[in-house]
């Protein structure tokens, strides 16, 4: 059984209650790991830890942080095996796709707001002669970084790289769900010599650690990726304490494929933007409409395409998905199903639990699952999934998918499929999400916002805009 233990101080730390809870391996339905159920009294000592840490760490010139955070990209790279291991073991995810995406992102977040900051500088508005203003940009202080379980290490250096880069010192609690790889992280910032008390990882549950991060009236920035309630009760303890927030939350995103899509470079896309990470990404797309000529063409190679993918083994080369994070997050999805199948959906594709044979027999497993015959505007189209669940549905023009688009209270991101490049253009204007790719999906520049609009989120993250959520600004104004 092993054993994770909080980063506070620089040390690998025990929780002070001493109490535990279980990590599971979701391929195997077994608990494989314990990580400590932290509380307020852990994430005080490391508030204080971080607190203490802060002036020195604000006062290094920006080369010295960046190469201490380089220091942290290349040991990540340099132990990418175990790394990439250690997140599918714990989330379920392939390996392959843990050892091409997941890790080598993680090391590629660090590096980027590593050498980001030394690029970063502020304004100075000259007004008229002898009034000249500057813009000052200080790091805020202490900050909370919370972070889901879907992406683990992924989404977690997304936070802390723009965080201790802009001179921040960070108190950080990823998902209680996949804990090992921030676990592994902590390991790796001893080693690559981040001075202690600069990054502090505890780990437990939302409702207690995460929540005393949150209501600490000493961390005064919060960025937090995650569910919508979540962020919604994270908004309503934040917001009377005055914190700067930033909310990645839910999506339930729209493919948009009309009769002059790019066919082949659409289908084999829309199939990974469906079932990558067992459906699992804030950006899958789950609702797919297509234009009505080209429905029945596209629904035939969809379902043709899907039902080759290989459910199995997360550690197999050949498995293109793997197993759901948890067994009640399974449960959610097959309800979520059968939710459809009452509302009047057909499941042309999947649909059930799949129990596989051997190491993987108690694993929490869904076949890739494709449902047709429903309408925009019932549950399964509007409420968050976030599973190998789509709906394909055909649309008859312009006007009329644009609506379906927009219905959902989500808006974080849309996939559209046209060689039309004015109608191209104009989608992307008038879809209301905070991400639009045409012709593609997923396809990063880290410069680039990245984050919702309506209910999928508050705020934007990746390029300036993380070093400016995690900086505080002051003009400062001079009459010479
Ligand atoms: P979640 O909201 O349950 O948990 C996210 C994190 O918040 C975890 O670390 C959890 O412990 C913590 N948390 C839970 N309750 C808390 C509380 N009361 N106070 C403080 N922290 C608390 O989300 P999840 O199930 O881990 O992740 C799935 C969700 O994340 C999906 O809705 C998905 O769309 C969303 N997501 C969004 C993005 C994005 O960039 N917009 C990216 C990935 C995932």
Same mark, same amino acid.
């Given at each position: 059984m092993k054993i994770i233990s909080n980063y506070i101080n620089g040390e690998l730390v025990n929780p002070l209650s001493g109490s535990y809870l279980d990590v599971f391996n979701p391929a195997e339905g077994k608990v494989y790991a314990q990580l400590p159920d932290s509380d307020g009294g852990d994430v005080n000592l490391a508030f204080k830890a971080a607190s203490a840490a802060f002036p020195l760490w604000s006062s290094f010139t920006v080369e010295k942080r960046s190469r201490i955070l380089l220091n942290i990209s290349q040991a990540i790279e340099t132990n990418i095996e175990e790394l990439a291991l250690a997140e599918s073991m714990d989330n379920g995810k392939p390996l392959k796709l843990a050892r091409s995406v997941d890790i080598p992102r993680a090391a590629t977040n660090m590096r980027f707001f590593a050498t980001s900051i030394l690029h970063f500088a502020s304004e100075s508005h000259y007004m008229e002669e002898g009034v000249i203003n500057y813009t000052l940009r200080r790091p805020v202080g202490v900050v909370g970084c919370i972070s889901p379980w879907n992406l683990p290490l992924y989404l977690f250096t997304w936070k802390i790289a723009p965080a201790l880069a802009a001179g921040n010192c960070v108190v950080a609690k990823p998902s209680e769900i996949t804990p090992m790889t921030a676990f592994l992280f902590s390991k790796i910032c001893i080693e690559a010599g981040l001075p202690k008390g600069v990054l502090n990882i505890v780990h437990g549950l939302g409702n207690k650690a995460g929540n005393a991060i949150v209501s600490?009236? $000493? #961390?005064?920035a919060i960025s937090f990726t995650g569910g919508t309630q979540t962020g919604e009760h994270i908004a309503k303890i934040a917001a009377p304490m005055f914190k700067k927030t930033s909310l990645e939350l839910g999506g339930k995103n729209a493919a948009i494929i009309f009769n002059d899509a790019p066919y082949y470079e659409m289908i084999k896309t829309v199939v990974r933007s469906s079932f990558s990470n067992q459906g699992q990404i804030c950006l899958c797309c789950s609702r797919i409409f297509i234009e009505k000529p080209l429905f029945e063409k596209f629904k035939k190679d969809f379902i043709h395409r899907v039902k080759k993918l290989q459910v199995g083994d997360p550690l197999k080369e050949s498995t293109d998905v793997g197993a759901m994070v948890s067994e009640p997050h399974m449960k959610k999805v097959l309800s979520c199903i059968k939710i459809a199948g009452e509302e $009047? $959906?057909? #499941?042309?594709t999947g649909g059930k639990r799949i129990i596989l044979n051997g190491r993987c027999e108690n694993g929490w497993f869904i076949e890739p699952t494709i449902i047709e015959?429903?309408?925009?505007?019932?549950r399964t189209n509007q409420e968050e999934i976030f599973g190998p669940v789509v709906t394909i549905m055909p649309f008859e023009n312009e006007e009329e998918v644009l609506g379906y688009a927009n219905s959902t209270k989500y808006g974080l991101a849309a996939s559209i499929w046209t060689n039309n490049l004015g109608r191209a253009h104009k989608f992307a204007e008038k879809i209301k999400t905070g991400i639009v790719w045409v012709n593609c999906w997923m396809i990063r520049d880290l410069r680039t916002p990245f984050g919702g609009m309506k209910s999928s989120g508050v705020g934007r993250e990746g390029g300036w805009e993380a070093l400016k959520f995690f900086t505080e600004q002051k003009n400062i104004c001079i009459k010479y």
């Open positions: 600490h009236p $000493g #961390i005064t $009047g $959906g057909t #499941i042309t015959g429903l309408q925009s505007n019932c």
